[in-house]
């Protein structure tokens, strides 16, 4: 999804089943924590807002992105846990850095989704700037954290 054509809050409210026994998981990276706390802020909401019980929200946090697949594999393993978010906030930089850390996260959190066949959720920015990263977490296009949250919820469903 392009956000320049479309706002991460905008979501079909179709397929919106009762997650009020569901456990989510949710591993926030602590990279880029001013971003990553507005949206863990906007998942955390959203899943309430739909009816999960905060007692049945997990948070646990890593150190940065690429850590964020152990972390949510962690979380996955655990048999109580439906689904697990992970959300963090890459930004491009002068090195390469940047491209190997996008694919490694990607390909992990994919990876625990297959193993635990549980959604794992990419909720990762992957920008060229701050402030882009801004406008994805609360800012002109919404709430990345919002959108990880829906598609958590939309995945319990199925």
Known sequence: MATANKNLNDYIDRNIKDISRKKIGIVVSEWNYEIT???YSGAYETLV???AKPENVTRIDVPGSF???LGAQKMAKKEKIDAVIALGC???G???HFDFVCQ???YGI???ALKFNKPVIFGVLTTDNLEQAKDRAGGKHGNKGVEAAITAIKMLGI
């Open 37 to 39: 706390e507005v949206l």
């Open 110 to 112: 994919t990876e625990v």
């Open 90 to 92: 890459v930004i491009q």
């Open 67 to 69: 850590e964020l697949s």
């Open 94 to 96: 002068e090195t390469k």
């Open 104 to 106: 490694a996260v990607a």
């Open 49 to 51: 807002k739909y009816g």
